[in-house]
């Protein structure tokens, strides 16, 4: 059977869920990295982005932070598990420079078991 172990670390404390599906997983990740960045409306999640994007010259960049990754946990209920990797991918991204400073680490990897 395949379960799913998000495991991380935040300030050297480490933690880690075992979910059934991978969707529950990829939803689990993104609400855990959503928290870490304290985004709970659109406003929180364009404060992050541009405060990721306030010095650089990257045009593309720049515009990236004038519409902010999903955020919203409902719409993403709704979403594959691709569609919610790809979300996790952008914000982990985006915001690496601030996880790396206060010792956060995220991850999410299929595990097999066998009775």
Known sequence: MKLWVLHGTYENELFTSIHLTEKGCALAAIADIMDFLDVSDEESALSVMRDMYAYTEDEK???????????????????????????????????????????????????MVQA
């Not at 914000?91 to 995220?106: F, L, Q």
Request: hydrophobic share 35%; charged share 35%; net charge negative.
């Open 61 to 111: 960049a720049i515009q990236g932070a004038e519409k902010p990754f999903e955020w919203d946990h409902d719409k993403m209920k709704e979403m594959s598990s691709k569609e919610l990797w790809k979300i996790f991918a952008d914000w982990t991204e985006t915001c690496w420079e601030r996880m790396s400073d206060r010792s956060y680490y995220i991850d999410a990897t299929p595990q």
